[in-house]
């Protein structure tokens, strides 16, 4: 007999870098994170690839138009938490047009670089943790957390 099958849950994350920065957010009004960093991210829809997802996410978050030939996956993340799983898909992006703004105020304190360095303080603890196999293992895109 085949087990019960599960949900799982993908998002999409961009490492916007920029002079050795990184673009952050500061979360608020959501369901856990709150006053911790983030990076531009956001669930994929249904009918929506990984780059389509992540090209809206970067207009609808932060006003920036990101061409596909310019995104790189470089992280692959399996995490668990209590209750879900998900595939996380990290991208760097180095190339963008338009001027970056907050356009989500009412889950976004705002929106800021900070050196792209581990850990980042106040950071989300499965982002620290793509942040430092991508920086320290560059060859080993998958990453674990939670498990």
């Given at each position: 007999?085949?087990?019960d099958r599960f949900?799982?849950?993908?998002?999409?994350?961009?490492?916007?870098?920029?002079?050795?920065k990184i673009?952050?957010?500061k979360?608020k009004?959501?369901?856990?994170?709150n006053?911790?960093y983030?990076?531009?991210a956001?669930?994929?829809?249904?009918n929506?690839n990984v780059?389509d997802?992540?090209?809206?996410?970067?207009?609808q978050?932060?006003?920036?138009?990101?061409?596909?030939?310019?995104l790189?996956i470089?992280?692959?993340?399996?995490?668990?938490?209590e209750?879900y799983?998900?595939?996380?898909?990290?991208?760097?992006?180095?190339?963008?047009s338009?001027?970056?703004?907050n356009?989500?105020d009412?889950?976004?304190?705002?929106i800021?670089?900070?050196p792209?360095?581990?850990?980042?303080p106040?950071?989300?603890?499965?982002?620290?943790?793509a942040i430092?196999?991508y920086l320290?293992?560059?060859?080993?895109p998958?990453?674990?957390?939670g498990?």
């Amino acid at each position: 007999m085949e087990p019960d099958r599960f949900l799982l849950r993908c998002a999409v994350h961009l490492f916007l870098i920029k002079d050795g920065k990184i673009l952050v957010e500061k979360r608020k009004n959501r369901e856990y994170g709150n006053h911790q960093y983030d990076v531009i991210a956001s669930h994929i829809l249904g009918n929506e690839n990984v780059y389509d997802a992540m090209i809206r996410t970067a207009k609808q978050e932060v006003n920036i138009d990101i061409r596909k030939e310019d995104l790189k996956i470089v992280q692959v993340m399996h995490q668990k938490s209590e209750s879900y799983e998900y595939i996380n898909y990290f991208f760097v992006a180095n190339t963008y047009s338009g001027t970056l703004q907050n356009m989500d105020d009412a889950y976004c304190e705002g929106i800021e670089w900070l050196p792209f360095q581990y850990p980042i303080p106040h950071m989300m603890p499965y982002l620290n943790e793509a942040i430092h196999n991508y920086l320290e293992h560059p060859l080993d895109p998958f990453t674990f957390f939670g498990w």
